[in-house]
């Protein structure tokens, strides 16, 4: 005979409580309040805006990623976008590395540098690097891009006014 479950109370409104005994249940109103800011708004979307950065700029090497920058023909802040192709595993491998990679970048948002689109290729590793790690390398490919970007910028030449 199995031994008698007890069904716990129902959570207050706005509570999530979790299956497990040992985990304090987590509150959905105050977690989205202290979230930083997503990247919904600074995300490349279109196959042309792509196609506009690999154009216009060159290939660059990291640890765990390859990325490329390129100013923005009319700035108009920071993009960045994020590819995954099938060499690097099944579906749900791609999406776990695009996580990843997207919960890094949203807490390390600032970082991006205003009018350039910046484009990561990971590499496999990111699916098993220790996120601290993985976190770390892209405040590293943040900075040096920031560097960059500043450098690109200066070197630019004048557009005239009329």
């Known amino acids: 005979m199995e031994p ?11 509570i999530v409580m979790s299956l497990s005994r040992n985990v304090e ?13 997503c990247l919904r708004g600074v995300r490349l979307r279109r196959h042309a805006d792509y196609q506009k950065a690999y154009a216009a ?7 765990s990623m390859s990325w490329f920058l390129a100013p923005q023909a ?3 802040g920071p993009r960045v976008g994020l590819t ?34 910046l484009i990561l290729h990971p590499r496999r590793a990111v699916l098993t690097v220790e996120f601290s790690q993985l976190e770390a ?19 630019a030449p004048a557009k005239p006014t009329l």
């Open 4 to 14: 008698h479950r007890t069904i716990p109370a129902p959570a207050p409104p706005g």
């Open 25 to 37: 249940p987590l509150e959905t109103a105050s977690a989205s309040a202290e979230r930083p800011t």
């Open 57 to 63: 700029s060159r290939k660059r090497q990291s640890a």
């Open 74 to 76: 009319v700035p108009e």
């Open 84 to 117: 995954a192709g099938k060499i690097l595993g099944k579906a749900h491998e791609r999406n776990r590395i695009k996580r990843r990679l997207r919960e890094a970048l949203r807490r390390h948002v600032d970082l991006l540098p205003a009018g350039f689109d």
């Open 137 to 155: 390398e892209v405040v590293r490919l943040l900075g040096q891009a920031k560097t960059l970007a500043a450098q690109m910028a200066r070197n």
